[in-house]
């Protein structure tokens, strides 16, 4: 996919971008973490790619780990299964949501590229049924070698 940002563009773009996670889902996450004992995480530490002039502020970093993880509202982010279409405004969300989700591909992108290790966690992916299955994958990605 072609870079829709020219570099000032986008350094206005990404100053702007402030956490979407919704605070509930968070505390979700938390709670689960907590549950399983697993440290060693910050909430929403400020992350800087000097290279790429952005900063970034991750919903939970486990800096030992180089491990940054986003929790993704289905709304807001577009999830596949639960995107919903709002009827009113239509062209408004769609075009919301389409630039929320070019711009995680790009914070996902560019840390990668700094050697940082991305976890994109669904909203949904916390339920009770997803839950173990969410905590394993945090759990291998924790435990893949830091670049
Ligand atoms: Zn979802």
């Known amino acids: 996919m072609p870079d829709v940002f020219t570099k000032a563009k986008r350094s206005e ?7 979407h996670g919704n605070a509930a889902t968070e505390l979700r996450l938390m709670k689960l973490m907590r ?5 060693g995480w910050r909430r929403q530490l400020p992350l800087t790619v000097r290279s790429a002039g952005i900063k970034v502020r991750p919903d939970f970093v486990f800096r030992r780990e180089r491990l940054a993880v986003f929790v993704d ?4 982010h577009g999830c596949p299964r639960h ?3 709002p009827k009113q405004n239509r062209i408004f969300w ?3 949501i389409l630039r929320n ?3 995680d591909r790009l914070v ?5 590229k700094a050697g940082w290790t991305v976890l994109r966690i669904w909203e949904c992916a916390l339920t009770l049924k997803r839950a173990r299955g969410t905590l394993s994958r945090l759990q291998r990605a924790l435990k893949k070698p830091a670049r």
């Open 13 to 19: 773009v990404m100053s702007r971008i402030r956490s």
């Open 35 to 39: 549950d399983e004992k697993i440290t």
């Open 73 to 76: 509202g289905c709304f807001w």
């Open 83 to 85: 995107a919903t279409q």
């Open 94 to 96: 769609e075009t919301k």
């Open 101 to 103: 989700q070019t711009r």
């Open 108 to 112: 996902t992108r560019e840390l990668t």
